[in-house]
């Protein structure tokens, strides 16, 4: 059964800093390329941050490009989103996506919240 928990969401004054993590299990983690999307209340779900499988190449949405870091622990199969330099703007869920050959498994998301 495949299980992606998404931890470390909370409520940070802008200018703030966060680390996500998304703790998985039931695949094989170092097949999967790995993703960070977030959704605010009223809009749709936008992608942050891609991570591959087989070279970890990273890949990040221009919006938070310079702030955020995505990263993955093959050892511990967590996958992890640092967030620097929060705006009001970063306020969403994120969600945790693992990409299988083009199956993809969700996480149920963790909350963001930046305000002052």
Same mark, same amino acid.
């Given at each position: /059964?495949?299980?992606?928990?998404?931890?470390?969401?909370?409520?940070?004054?802008?200018?703030?800093?966060? /680390?996500?993590?998304?703790?998985?299990?039931?695949?094989?983690?170092?097949?999967?390329?790995?993703?960070?999307?977030?959704?605010?209340?009223?809009?749709?779900?936008?992608?942050?941050?891609?991570?591959?499988?087989?070279?970890?190449?990273?890949?990040?949405?221009?919006?938070?490009?310079?702030?955020?870091?995505?990263?993955?622990?093959?050892?511990?199969?967590?996958?992890?989103l640092q967030m620097s330099?929060?705006?009001?703007?970063?306020?969403?869920?994120?969600?945790?996506?693992?990409?299988?050959?083009?199956?993809?498994?969700?996480?149920?998301?963790?909350?963001?919240?930046?305000?002052?």
């Amino acid at each position: /059964q495949v299980q992606l928990v998404e931890s470390g969401g909370g409520l940070v004054q802008p200018g703030g800093s966060l /680390q996500l993590s998304c703790a998985t299990s039931g695949f094989t983690f170092s097949l999967a390329t790995m993703r960070w999307y977030r959704q605010a209340p009223g809009k749709e779900r936008e992608l942050v941050a891609s991570i591959s499988s087989a070279t970890s190449r990273t890949d990040y949405a221009d919006s938070v490009k310079g702030r955020f870091t995505i990263s993955r622990d093959y050892g511990q199969n967590t996958l992890y989103l640092q967030m620097s330099s929060l705006k009001s703007e970063d306020t969403a869920k994120y969600y945790c996506n693992a990409d299988l050959y083009g199956y993809y498994y969700w996480g149920q998301g963790t909350q963001v919240t930046v305000s002052s």
